[in-house]
């Protein structure tokens, strides 16, 4: 089992180089395809232009992401081009009222999308469009990589944060080719019901399933000491230094994150390491 074709989807040239990195690293590591998707974003919304507004604004905005997208373009191809990996690389513009669409185009026919982080100085809002559309239109896997993380082929020790949910599940089965190849797979546990399947043993038929696919777990039971559940898996993350950590996406409705917080969405804002989700 293993990843054949990566997607990375760049809207901005300064936080191209550790998604790039990374997919080329895992297009090795996997005997991968590596694909880049390089989109320049007309951050307009044609329907709300003043009325008379002059076909100019609109062609100058145009162009603008034309130049983007080049840019982008350029820099992807002068980073690959210095790898021995298969790959290939296209450019194209959109609005940023349809980019969701172009992206999950490109995402369903993926095994794995790398993306920048989206949260953070420098990172625009197209960058969550991208994350979601993967996620939930796309139905891929996303990996998301903070900035100047070193790549990683094989990520050694990973930590998978369960709490019995369908979108735990999922990112688990999505995330099997590298908990495969792990050295230690740690399953994390915060705060399990004390009614329920699992209630007397938190996390056991999740690594008896593991174990028969030959990954070498431990499973940690921890309290939520912290406020937010997010905040507790990343300094235990960082503890037991895990070199990536396996979670379900938006267990929350997206709106409902945008406006209250939560696991995903922290996550996605203060991880230090690589974050594999699914939904």
């Not at 007309?42 to 080049?70: I, K, N």
């Not at 915060?190 to 043993?201: K, L, N, Q, V």
Request: glycine share 6%.
């Amino acid at each position: 089992m293993a990843y054949k074709s990566l997607l990375s989807v760049l809207t901005d040239s300064k936080n191209a180089d550790t998604s790039l990195r990374q997919l080329i690293a895992l297009a090795q590591s996997q005997d991968a395809h590596a694909d880049v998707l390089c989109l320049g974003v007309d951050r307009t919304q044609t329907g709300y232009y003043y009325a008379g507004a002059s076909a100019m604004v609109l062609q100058e905005s145009l162009a603008q992401a034309q130049d983007e997208a080049t840019q982008i373009l350029n820099k992807a191809t002068e980073i690959l081009a210095t790898s021995d990996v298969r790959w290939s690389a296209d450019e194209g513009i959109a609005q940023i009222a349809d980019l969701g669409r172009h992206v999950a185009h490109r995402a369903r026919f993926s095994d794995l999308v790398i993306l920048p982080r989206p949260y953070g100085d420098g990172c625009g809002p197209e960058i969550e469009t991208v994350v979601e559309a993967s996620l939930f239109e796309g139905h891929s896997p996303v990996l998301v990589m903070p900035n100047d993380h070193e790549p990683q082929g094989r990520p050694a020790t990973i930590m998978v944060a369960w709490n019995e949910s369908e979108e735990s599940l999922t990112a688990i089965r999505q995330a099997l080719p590298f908990l495969v190849a792990a050295d230690q797979v740690r399953v994390v546990v915060i705060d399990p019901p004390t009614h329920g399947p699992e209630r007397s043993d938190p996390g056991g038929m999740l690594s008896q399933m593991l174990a028969r696919h030959g990954v070498r777990c431990e499973i940690d039971v921890l309290s939520k000491t912290m406020t937010r559940v997010s905040d507790v898996l990343n300094r235990h993350a960082m503890d037991t230094g895990a070199d990536m950590i396996v979670m379900g996406a938006y267990g929350h409705s997206r709106l409902r994150e945008a406006i209250l917080g939560g696991a995903t969405r922290n996550m996605l804002e203060h991880a230090k390491i690589p974050v594999f989700m699914a939904h």
